[in-house]
């Protein structure tokens, strides 16, 4: 049999805040908490665990024994650190690693969190049901906050720009909502809203139609659900999702695609006008405009101005120059309204007084 060793120690039981002197008498697995006139134990060196280092000195715990603690001063002899748990500086494996390679893992694992919520919507939106979708533009949109416009003429003009320019109109719900913003916004559910804002600046129904068609083109194309998923992984990664319905729906009005899903949204519009007979003209005139707005038509011929940098979609001049591109020419192009159905197309939201207006959204 191996013969005890003994080591100065202090000691709490975790029954009273008596603070022991005690000898720490180790045989094979085990040991003995020794006093003058008492013996404590015995413990199994299996049941200890690191607690933490206060100064210079160690002091660990026991297993199932709340406040149970032991305190080493000083090095820790040889013998009976082998049979003790190893210190913990960090916790678990980055002790293991240490300092430096844990950062550097860390930093890897963080890089590869944010390159797959980046990157991974791509390939998962597509596999998102339709079903699924539509509850989660129901849930999220709703009426949104009675803001949309409704009249039967201006209801049955817009259903007719509609199925122009998509062979599936019956998936998509699109609204005019009474907003005095130009701009325009794709939703899951295969929602799409025009601001008022947008309808009343538009000098011609085509122009409409060019970015309802991009705004569609979002929607086949899977980029809704795609920033939609990017957005909520992000905020997953980067600090937690607000659970306020209406701050989602805020959010995903400023929701931003990327440069790529601009493109491709803009592809869609040009061959669905050209498929239902529509001129890209007005559509490259809408861009000159926004062109003028946004600083694109003053940043010099490669388009590497402020606006170029900080916006995240294409260049409005730039997406005027690809409008006017796919104009064909000698082709029969016709209007995407009659002039009296584009008239009550614009006035649909002045005609519906029912019809909130401004922001101010408040979904609960």
């Known amino acids: 049999m191996t013969a005890p060793t003994f080591f100065d120690a202090w000691h709490y039981d975790g029954k009273s805040a008596i603070k022991r002197k005690v000898e720490v008498q180790t045989i094979g697995q085990q040991f003995f908490l020794l006093e003058t006139e008492r013996r404590h134990g015995p413990f199994m060196f299996a049941d200890v665990e690191y607690i933490a280092q206060k100064g210079d000195v160690d002091v660990y715990g026991l297993n199932g024994e709340d406040g149970w603690r032991l305190m080493l001063s000083g090095p820790v002899p040889t013998e009976l650190a082998a049979m003790l748990p190893a210190r913990r500086r960090y916790g678990g494996w980055v002790d293991r690693l240490g300092l430096g ?5 860390f930093t890897l694992a963080s890089a590869a969190a944010v390159a797959v919520v980046l990157f991974s919507p791509q ?5 998102i049901p339709s079903s699924v979708d539509k509850k989660l ?20 003009a817009l259903k007719k720009m509609v199925a122009s320019l998509d062979q599936n109109p019956q998936d998509l719900q ?7 913003m130009i701009n325009a916004v794709a939703l899951p559910g295969g929602k799409v809203i025009l601001f008022d804002g947008l309808v009343k600046q538009a000098r011609s129904p085509d122009e409409v139609a060019g970015v309802l068609a991009h705004e569609i083109g ?18 997953v990664v980067l600090g937690g999702v607000d659970g306020n319905s209406g701050a989602l729906v805020n959010n995903m009005l400023a929701m931003s695609y990327s440069r790529g899903s601009e493109a491709e949204a803009d592809a869609h519009s040009m061959k669905v006008l050209g498929n239902a ?20 038509a003053r940043s010099g011929d490669k388009g590497q101005g402020i606006a170029g940098y900080m916006s995240s979609h294409p260049l409005s001049r730039e997406r005027k120059k690809a409008f006017e591109k796919s104009i064909v020419k000698g082709k029969n192009y016709k209007p995407a309204l009659t002039s009296a159905e584009w008239t009550e197309l614009r006035t649909m939201c002045t005609q519906d ?10 979904f609960n």
């Open 123 to 127: 390939w998962l939106a597509p596999l």
């Open 277 to 296: 007979a529509i001129s890209p003209v007005a559509t490259a005139s809408f861009f000159e405009r926004l062109s003028e707005l946004d600083g694109s």
């Open 218 to 235: 979002h929607i086949r194309e899977k980029h809704v659900m795609q920033a939609l998923l990017r957005q909520m992984g992000l905020a």
């Open 137 to 156: 533009g129901d849930a999220l949109v709703g009426d949104f906050g009675g803001r949309f416009c409704s009249t039967p003429a201006g209801d049955a």
């Open 353 to 362: 007084r029912k019809a909130k207006s401004g922001f101010g959204f408040d």
């Open 101 to 105: 390679k844990a950062t550097v893992a």
């Open 174 to 180: 699109v609204e005019v909502a009474k907003i005095d």
